[in-house]
Nanobody, 118 residues
């Protein structure tokens, strides 16, 4: 599975931003896809996931209410809608895929930088 993230940029605190990830490759009907992020000097952090089918989502409590994950099966794209962005959300955001019955996220996109300014 190949993934390519886009949509990052420089925004002010309080703004919204929508990231996209184009997914291609072998059939990924049973995959889980998601978003991770890595801020400077910090470990990579899980943000959200969604099963390709049936589209079940999971977000840690720290992102619920501000972030939303979705996918478009027909367009083979994954999205992350981020609202009320805070300076602490500044990071490189990665889309990733996990194969069925796998414990690890094996396929990663190249990352897209989100910078939130005051």
């Amino acid at each position: 599975v190949q993934l390519q993230a886009s949509g990052g940029g420089l925004v002010q605190a309080g703004a919204s931003l929508r990231l996209s990830c184009a997914i291609s490759g072998s059939t990924f009907a049973g995959y889980t896809v998601g978003w991770w992020r890595q801020a400077p000097g910090q470990e990579r952090e899980f943000v959200a996931s969604i099963t390709w089918r049936p589209g079940s989502t999971y977000l840690p409590d720290s992102f619920k209410g501000r972030f939303a994950i979705s996918r478009d099966v027909a367009k083979c794209t994954l999205s992350l809608q981020m609202n009320s962005l805070q300076i602490e959300d500044t990071a490189v955001y990665y889309c990733a895929a996990r194969a069925p019955d796998s414990w690890s996220w094996d396929d990663w996109g190249q990352g897209t930088l989100v910078t939130v300014s005051s």
